[in-house]
Each structure stands twice: as C-alpha cells, then as structure tokens.
C-alpha cells in the first residue's frame, strides 16, 4: 500500500481537562500516514489525484480548533472520522503527542489505525 504521510505537524490548540487548560493554547505535535494509491497521481504529475498534504495540514489544525475537547484520544477519534470522510482515505494511522504534558518524558499521547488497509 502506498502512503501520503505528515510527520511532525505542530499545531496550537485549546485542549485539556482541567480549567486552566481550557484558557490556553497548547502544543500538539501530529504525525499522519494515509493509505493512498500514488500511481494515479504520478501517471501524469497532477496533484488533484493524490492527498494534498498541504491542504490537509491546514484542515487538521482548522478541526483541532473548530472542535475543542478535553482528551486527546478525543480528538484522535473525531479528527481521523472527519479525514477519512472529507479526502475519502481508506486507512490512516494517527498519533497525537502533548509535549510536555507530564514531567520527564519528551511527549506522550495516543496512536490509533482506521479503515482498511489494502
């Protein structure tokens, strides 16, 4: 299977379950892979046939924001269901990391699969 990826999209968001985490923006850091076929688009160079990272890049933190909620494993959940619904994906693998969100560690965060490999 080939893949259309996004590795280390950092994003500003409010998220959180405490209340002074609802009064700021923290950092998340994404990093996507979404099942594709790339033959299609590289037949004849033409970006419309395959994932436009750019445009998804803009659309994650777009929902991140739009759709604020108090886990990430929320946000794992709803933001892969709006992907693989809005560019029809038909698999992806989704980690959401919180820098910083617990003392000594570099990130933490959850990584979730969804849809059909092919």
């Not at 700021?24 to 990093?31: M, P, S, Y």
């Not at 946000?75 to 619904?85: D, P, Q, T």
């Not at 698999?91 to 910083?100: E, M």
């Amino acid at each position: 299977m080939d893949k259309v990826f996004i590795k280390g999209l950092r994003i500003q968001t409010t998220i959180g379950f405490y209340p002074w985490e609802k009064e700021i923006k923290q950092t998340l850091v994404i990093d996507l892979a979404m099942g594709w076929n790339t033959a299609a688009a590289a037949e004849n160079d033409e970006l419309a046939k395959t994932l436009d990272y750019a445009d998804i890049s803009l659309e994650i933190e777009k929902f991140a924001n739009a759709n604020p909620v108090d886990l990430i494993e929320t946000l794992a959940e709803r933001l892969a269901s709006f992907l693989i619904n809005q560019y029809h994906i038909p698999w992806l693998k989704l980690s959401i990391g919180k820098p910083g969100a617990v003392h000594n560690t570099d990130t933490v965060g959850v990584e979730i699969e969804r849809g059909q490999a092919g």
